[in-house]
């Protein structure tokens, strides 16, 4: 990994982040994705929960996006859901 050099953009999408299977092997797999690469990532959730705060500690987090957002184009390289 490059001081300085941005990677790829990458949007994952959970469905919330409760504690539960899927959100938490999402939450370690966004931190060894951290630890071991240059790409810069969003979390996108689909409701609320008690994980929330680690999840935004990793990358740009938000809950469910606005209508305007569902219409504008993806400027992601990588999309990734859990499921």
């Known amino acids: 990994m490059s001081p300085g050099r941005i ?3 990458v949007l994952f999408i959970s469905h919330d982040a409760q504690p539960h299977g ?3 092997f ?3 797999f966004l931190r060894w994705l ?3 690469s240059d ?3 969003e979390v996108l959730l689909g409701g609320d929960g008690r994980l929330k705060e680690e999840f935004a500690a990793w990358g740009a987090c ?3 996006p606005t209508s ?3 219409r504008g184009p ?3 390289q990588t999309l990734y859901c859990d499921a």
């Open 7 to 9: 990677g790829p953009s």
């Open 22 to 24: 899927a959100q938490i």
């Open 26 to 28: 999402l939450l370690r």
């Open 34 to 36: 951290r630890a071991r």
């Open 39 to 41: 790409l810069r990532f």
């Open 62 to 64: 938000r809950s469910g």
């Open 68 to 70: 305007a957002e569902r």
């Open 74 to 76: 993806c400027r992601r």
